[in-house]
């Protein structure tokens, strides 16, 4: 398995640059994984998602798929589209650092 460094500290990541152990994780490396996805920065929504995303890794061991997320997140699918343009599950899940959720191309 490929290795990345973020903020000084060298993750394992799978060969679509996800998190294999999302253990690994700290927050002061979500900006940079969100400039590699294009997202020059983060706001106080797009945190609401990313800790949302691990919040439902941690109780679930998947995170959730875009429309469980508009449901149940508090922020609309139309503004997730907004904040996480290039596919919202798949897109804030890299930057939460947990796998990819099942269901995402």
């Known amino acids: 398995m490929p290795t990345v460094t973020y903020a000084g500290t060298a993750v394992t990541v799978n060969d679509e640059g996800f998190f294999t152990d999302p253990a690994q994780w700290r927050e002061d490396m979500a900006p940079l994984i969100a400039r590699q996805e294009g997202i020059t920065q983060l706001?106080?929504?797009h945190w609401q998602v990313i800790k949302f995303m691990r919040h439902e890794y941690e109780a679930k061991g998947t995170?959730?798929?875009v429309r469980v997320l508009g449901k149940t997140s508090g922020v609309s699918?139309?503004?997730?589209?907004?904040?996480?343009?290039?596919?919202?599950?798949?897109e804030a899940a890299k930057i939460a650092g947990i796998p990819k959720p099942r269901g995402c191309v």
């Open 77 to 90: 699918v139309k503004e997730l589209y907004q904040l996480f343009p290039h596919g919202p599950a798949k």
């Open 43 to 45: 706001t106080d929504r």
């Open 63 to 65: 995170g959730p798929t």
